[in-house]
């Protein structure tokens, strides 16, 4: 089973590159992911939280939005957003037992491949949206926290390095994180 790097890690941080082909490397990394993300009870996973700097994240929202099923994205690109913004609370893996309303865009334009390479480009909205930018910033080096103010995160000091130190594990998150 792959393990979920936490924050701390230098793999979080870092930008991550395009995949090239989508060969049987990336299609077994795709498997784990599912797994990991899976027995960690999560609704998204990006490659670089199980240690892999690429621009791959899966997705599987179903446990909270009806018809929603796994989703897949390979080099994922951003290319317009709507003008609404909206607040909702986010937690992640790589931050456990950490959740923090975070402000985005409602509706992303999105553009990416699947597992076969097929191209998709579509307007996304809703909780699908939100997730995408989460696993999105995942790619970029970015987390959650990075987007709230400076006196909330400064609050979080003390659990930010009990993370860092191990003393908090992914296992102690709650379910449906990204
Ligand atoms: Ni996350």
Known sequence: MLSIR???DNVLRKKATRIQSIDDDINNLINDMFLAMYSAEGIGLA???IGRSIRLFITDISP????????IFINPQIVEYGFERED???G???LPTIREVVKRPSEIRLQWQDETGKEFD????????RVIQHEYDHLEGKLFIDH??????S???KTLKQITSGEIEVEMSEKFEL
Request: aromatic share 10%.
């Open 6 to 8: 936490v924050f701390g």
């Open 47 to 49: 490659a670089p939280q």
């Open 64 to 71: 909270l939005v009806e018809d929603s099923k796994k989703e």
């Open 88 to 90: 909702y609370e986010e």
């Open 92 to 94: 992640c893996l790589s």
């Open 122 to 129: 579509e307007w996304v909205d809703g909780y699908r949206a």
């Open 148 to 153: 709230i103010s400076t006196l909330k995160r």
């Open 155 to 157: 609050l979080l000091k």
